[in-house]
């Protein structure tokens, strides 16, 4: 099971904002074939590690009633972009299977197992389940939440400032914590900020990483529709401009959509709106070693208002003279 986890483990920013899923097939101790899911709307790891394994029939083994499959997500019951796990493994002939964690998708949700039982295949299932679960973290909060991961990432001054107000663009953070943002953008399915940050930082907002990723989508809350389409935001991207301030009916729209977690990058007034709304399940701090002075606008109303809203500081490293901070709600 382990070695399915690790399959699967490769192909986390191209399969997003599915899970990532791999699968072996088995003779006795003997490996006959892998497969993962590698990109969104691709096979499904099962199907692949089939295929492979139809390779090395007659060579390896003679019959799928010898074999075990091995996968570290419930096959699914369904036919999405492609069809159901369950039919290709009743079809093989394969007699045994391992499941790492119960597929939480409420279109599977334990239907793959049964219906593997129901046509005699034996099924183990809950073999490493909270590595399984660990690994698509965001995947598994969606469909026990009925709403996506939300982290707020934020860029502070020493003295908690965001920007000064007559400025065209305040650079806060250092080139290495701006390039470590990339890398936290390419986890996320879709990324939101607000009208006046698109005007003031003119942000592209994508994920500026040397592997492969399915770029976050843009979702812009703005009351404007005259934005110039031209600019480094809107290019070669899918974005949304959405015309709503309550923040409980923007987090609704994404409960039947293939957006699994959300990066908030926007202004203090966006970003505390979203605090308020009790709904944020991770902030991100990048803090400078320097002061914006008086001047500056403050990032939150009082001190200590991450502490107060009940966020527990997880983690906290430097990046060169800033340090990277992360809270998780309690
Ligand atoms: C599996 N094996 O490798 C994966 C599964 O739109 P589709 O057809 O790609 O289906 C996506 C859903 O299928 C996804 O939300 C999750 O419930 C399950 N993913 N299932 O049997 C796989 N990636
Ligand atoms: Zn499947």
């Not at 698109?198 to 994920?207: G, T």
């Not at 031209?230 to 609704?252: G, H, P, S």
């Not at 990066?263 to 505390?272: C, D, Q, R």
């Amino acid at each position: 099971m382990k070695r399915a986890i690790s399959l699967a483990d490769q192909y986390k920013y191209t399969a997003k904002p599915n899970p990532v899923v791999g699968c072996i097939i088995v003779k006795g101790e003997t490996i006959i074939s892998e497969g993962a899911h590698k990109e969104f709307g691709s096979n499904h790891a099962e199907v692949n590690a089939i295929e492979e394994a139809k390779k090395n029939q007659g060579i390896t083994f003679n019959s799928f009633g010898e074999l075990t499959l091995i996968c570290s997500l419930e096959p699914c019951n369904h036919t999405g972009k492609t069809g159901p796990c369950s039919e290709a493994i009743i079809s093989s002939g394969i007699r045994n299977v391992v499941v790492g964690a119960e597929d939480p998708n409420p279109l599977v949700s334990g239907s793959g197992i049964r219906n593997l039982i129901n046509h005699g295949v034996k099924v183990q299932s809950g073999v490493c389940a909270k590595l399984v679960e660990e690994q698509n973290k965001f995947f598994f909060f969606k469909n026990k939440n009925n709403r996506p991961y939300i982290t707020v990432k934020i860029a502070s001054s020493r003295d908690g400032k965001s920007y000064l107000p007559n400025e065209e663009r305040t650079y806060i953070t250092c080139k290495e914590s701006i390039d470590d943002v990339q890398k936290v953008r390419a986890n996320y399915d879709a990324i939101l900020t607000g009208g006046n940050t698109v005007v003031n930082d003119s942000p592209r907002m994508n994920a500026r990483v040397s592997f492969p990723v399915n770029q976050p989508k843009k979702i812009l809350l703005s009351n404007k529709s005259n934005f110039d389409l031209d600019a480094d935001f809107f290019v070669n991207c899918e974005y949304e401009i959405l015309n709503e301030t309550n923040i409980d009916k923007i987090i609704e729209r994404y409960r039947y959509k293939d957006i699994t977690s959300i990066l908030v990058e926007a202004g203090p007034k966006l970003v505390n709106a979203f605090l308020d709304s009790g709904k944020v399940d991770e902030i991100i701090i990048y803090q400078s070693p320097n002061n914006l002075g008086i001047n500056g606008v403050n990032w939150f109303k009082e001190d200590n208002a991450v502490e107060k809203l009940s966020f527990k500081l997880e983690s906290s490293y430097k990046i060169k003279a800033d340090t990277k901070k992360i809270y998780i709600k309690c």
